[in-house]
T-cell receptor, first 115, second 114 residues
Framework: DAGITQSPRYKITETGRQVTLMCHQTWSHSYMFWYRQDLGHGLRLIYYSAAADITDKGEVPDGYVVSRSKTENFPLTLESATRSQTSVYFC???????FGTGELFFGEGSRLTVL | GENVEQHPSTLSVQEGDSAVIKCTYSDSASNYFPWYKQELGKRPQLIIDIRSNVGEKKDQRIAVTLNKTAKHFSLHITETQPEDSAVYFCAASQPNFGNEKLTFGTGTRLTIIP
């Protein structure tokens, strides 16, 4: 049972390059999320998806693009990377939909450095 | 939108003593308050959560209390052990069907001193 996996785990890129972070989950969870983690800011939501082909912006969506053509995959693309996007990115999923929320299951994280 | 403030940002506690981390939230409609623990280099994991119809919840050495009137909730860890050293995040969520996003606090780095 692989659960939720992210790739790559580590990435170094240059300013202006396009970068895609992959997220794959094997549970068929409806909800998937992308967070970035920065010192002093905690976990901030970038984008989330309620189901395949349904995505919505979170708190800090500028400079990022997502898609969800299949339930199990939720890639995050930085179209033109900037140094301010240097961060640790966490993908997460959750099975339930409805009143209230349940446990988020996080991936291992992807550490991105933009030079 | 929801705003969650978390204090303190760092906390050092002697092994065996208790630790308390406090969070406040801004939206009175929020009704779900989880706590996540993140060990160094690892992913965040849920350790306990509470819903707004409950004032307190315990799980062994961990407890969470909620004061809806004051809009704050706290994590209490008793008899702390070295493995409790980690970063702890509180979070809050509104009961908006189809818009169930968690807003996290900025985290507390807890260090247990042997």
């Amino acid at each position: 049972d692989a659960g939720i996996t992210q790739s790559p785990r580590y990435k170094i890129t240059e300013t202006g390059r396009q970068v895609t972070l992959m997220c794959h989950q094997t549970w068929s969870h409806s909800y998937m999320f992308w967070y970035r983690q920065d010192l002093g800011h905690g976990l901030r939501l970038i984008y989330y998806s309620a189901a395949a082909d349904i995505t919505d912006k979170g708190e800090v969506p500028d400079g990022y693009v997502v898609s969800r053509s299949k339930t199990e995959n939720f890639p995050l693309t930085l179209e033109s990377a900037t140094r301010s996007q240097t961060s640790v990115y966490f993908c997460a999923s959750r099975p339930t939909r409805g009143f209230g929320t349940g446990e988020l299951f996080f991936g291992e994280g992807s550490r991105l450095t933009v030079l | 939108g929801e705003n969650v403030e978390q204090h303190p940002s760092t906390l050092s506690v002697q092994e065996g003593d208790s630790a308390v981390i406090k969070c406040t939230y801004s939206d009175s409609a929020s009704n779900y308050f989880p706590w996540y623990k993140q060990e160094l280099g690892k992913r965040p994991q849920l350790i306990i959560d509470i819903r707004s119809n409950v004032g307190e919840k315990k799980d062994q050495r961990i407890a969470v209390t909620l004061n809806k009137t004051a809009k704050h909730f706290s994590l209490h860890i008793t008899e702390t052990q070295p493995e409790d050293s980690a970063v702890y995040f509180c979070a809050a969520s509104q009961p908006n069907f189809g818009n169930e996003k968690l807003t996290f606090g900025t985290g507390t780095r807890l260090t247990i001193i042997p």
